[in-house]
């Protein structure tokens, strides 16, 4: 990583984002490509190329902060006389992109964090930097931010001091993994790994899960695959069991963000992510991910219903049928990843059906890199430039 410094206590990151190469998004057989004999859908989703940005870390002398949580906006909207809590040092507030969830903490406020004490040091200032992250966060998060090595302090009040900002994005904080996380973390993620599984299926249970679970379960069991509930198992053993992996298959969800310690990894032995979507809640984050630390992906979307299409097309939800048609004719802008548009939240926790035919495909595209499926395909342009 190469750091420079400015006059105004500003230090800029050279940050490396991955192109990302074309995928295949395998859909639940419908009648929409075939009107006479449901087909598997084949979606070629393009690739990514990014241009250069500048992101850069710096110190706000005397600096106030609030915490920018739903409750907490609640909370101010009320009013509020206390006073602003002092924290002596840097601190870094990640409470509005980092506290949240497991996810959140990992690949928005950890990576951050660790930015800023790189920075603070390239400044010379020798003192670690506190991240402030929610009164109510779970301790699992405070656990993300221990392992590293980054102290924390949970608090709902407004913060004073001398704060520590960063630009960064989700896929600053990707390409910024290998570089950041620090290396003694390498040391406990390889042991026991003798006795973890190679091919791990992440299970949901409530929300966004899946439905015909029955039928899944037996399809990856045949395929040698170990269910296994992420939150049964402690933070660290969650970031193991995902570095000693060699395949992974599961539902778009917070779990999976462990995949980002794989970044430490320096050996090359294959590794792949099948990716399970509800029909109206895909989002891209960890493509972008698997694509950075050597991976192949493949996604697979959960099978179209009526009531699906019902609920997405209305006029608050932007028309589903017309962000469908944009998609097929490669209108549609990529995105960074971060809030999702009201279309997909509208089904953010939805359970769906997996077709067992579309995971077999997978497996297929996998082992076989399949460049021409046998049946339709929905084709969209090729590479999407300087998204």
């Known amino acids: 990583m190469q750091t420079s410094l400015t006059s105004d206590l500003t230090v800029k990151f050279d940050v490396?984002?991955?192109?990302?190469?074309?995928?295949?998004?395998?859909?639940?057989?419908?009648?929409?490509?075939?009107?006479?004999?449901?087909?598997?859908?084949?979606?070629?989703v393009p690739g990514i190329l990014f241009s250069s940005q500048e992101f850069h870390a710096s110190v706000i002398r005397d600096s106030v902060s609030q915490d920018c949580t739903s409750k907490s906006q609640s909370r101010n909207r009320r009013g509020t006389s206390e006073e602003p809590l002092k924290?002596?040092?840097?601190?870094?507030?990640?409470?509005?992109?980092?506290?949240?969830?497991?996810?959140?903490?990992i690949l928005d406020g950890a990576v951050s964090s660790l930015a800023c004490q790189s920075a603070a040091?390239?400044?010379?200032?020798?003192?670690s930097v506190t991240a402030i992250i929610p009164a109510n966060s779970a301790p699992y998060v405070r656990e993300v931010y221990k392992l590293i090595g980054v102290p924390t302090l949970t608090t709902s009040r407004t913060v004073r001091g001398q704060r520590m900002r960063t630009n960064f994005n989700t896929l600053a904080n990707i390409g910024l993994a290998k570089q950041l996380l620090p290396a003694f973390l390498t040391e406990k993620l390889e042991a026991d790994g003798a006795r973890l599984p190679k091919c791990v299926y992440l299970a949901r249970r409530g929300g966004r899960c899946?439905?015909?679970?029955?039928?899944?379960?037996?399809?990856?069991?045949?395929?040698?695959?170990?269910k296994i509930y992420p939150e049964q198992l402690p933070v660290i053993d969650q970031i193991r069991l995902l570095w000693h992996a060699d395949a992974v298959?599961?539902?778009?969800?917070?779990?999976?963000?462990?995949?980002?310690?794989?970044?430490?990894?320096?050996?090359?032995?294959?590794?792949?992510?099948?990716?399970?979507?509800?029909?109206?809640?895909i989002v891209t984050l960890y493509r972008?991910?698997?694509?950075?630390?050597?991976?192949?992906?493949v996604g697979v979307r959960g099978r179209v219903t009526r009531q699906v299409v019902d609920d997405l097309d209305t006029k608050q939800q932007r028309g589903f049928r017309r962000i469908v048609s944009s998609m097929l004719s490669g209108r549609m802008k990529h995105r960074i990843p971060g809030k999702e548009p009201a279309w997909q939240r509208t089904h953010q926790s939805s359970s769906f059906d997996v077709d067992p035919a579309s995971v077999e495909a997978a497996f297929d595209v996998i082992k076989s890199g399949i460049m021409e499926p046998p049946s339709r395909v929905i084709r969209r342009q090729t590479v999407v430039e300087n998204p």
């Open 16 to 44: 490396g984002i991955p192109d990302i190469p074309p995928a295949w998004m395998i859909g639940a057989r419908t009648h929409l490509l075939d009107c006479w004999d449901p087909q598997i859908e084949w979606i070629r």
């Open 121 to 127: 040091r390239a400044l010379g200032i020798d003192e």
């Open 249 to 281: 298959i599961g539902v778009h969800g917070a779990a999976l963000a462990a995949l980002l310690f794989r970044a430490l990894k320096t050996d090359s032995r294959p590794f792949c992510l099948i990716e399970l979507f509800g029909p109206g809640y």
């Open 288 to 297: 972008h991910l698997v694509a950075e630390i050597g991976g192949d992906w």
């Open 210 to 226: 899946v439905r015909n679970a029955d039928k899944i379960d037996s399809l990856l069991f045949q395929k040698g695959f170990t």
């Open 87 to 105: 924290v002596n040092g840097l601190y870094h507030d990640v409470r509005q992109h980092g506290g949240e969830n497991f996810a959140h903490a």
